[in-house]
């Protein structure tokens, strides 16, 4: 029985990620895209238009997985600071297993190609946008609860934090310092 179409696209785009994820967009081939997919040149360029559209739909896909991700994280049972602390530290848990870490797939995409290609840079903005309204929320029901502090803006305790996050995510590519990182995440809790 074959399978459907939208499957197979599925499977190709989340290979393509894969491969994105590892490389970056400038580093990956056109050979290496066709070895990670199964699909050869012309089959990649037919289906999905060239590399850079095929780079969209994969950075897309992961901002839908791992945004979908980090909600679940922030909108679990319990207290606020926990449920911030549990998104940071499952994030360099994930970023320092392994021998290559690789980051945060939109904090990379970010960094290398949102400056120059603005559908990359919307895609990003939308991810990071998603993450920043949920931080809003959990804050500002913190406050309500007496659990953080009042004293300040919700959305702006909120970029506070997503920039610790982030900022995390792209320090655990560089370092394998697990306490420096778990320090960063203290003193950005402490803040709240």
Known sequence: MARPRAFEEGRVVDAAMETFWRHGYEATSTRELSQSTG?????????FGGKRQLFVRALRRYCETATARQV????QPGPVRERLRALMVEAIDA???????RGCFAVNSAIEAAGSDPEVKEAVRGNFGRVEDELCAVLTFGQSTG???ADRDARALARQVQTAYYGLRVLARASDDRDALLSTVELTLAGV
């Not at 699909?39 to 360029?45: E, F, I, N, T, V």
Request: glycine share 8%; net charge negative; charged share 25%.
């Open 95 to 101: 970023d320092l297993d392994g021998e290559s870490p």
């Open 39 to 47: 699909l050869g040149p012309s089959s990649l360029y037919n289906t």
């Open 72 to 75: 679940e994280v922030l909108q």
């Open 147 to 149: 659990e953080i502090r």
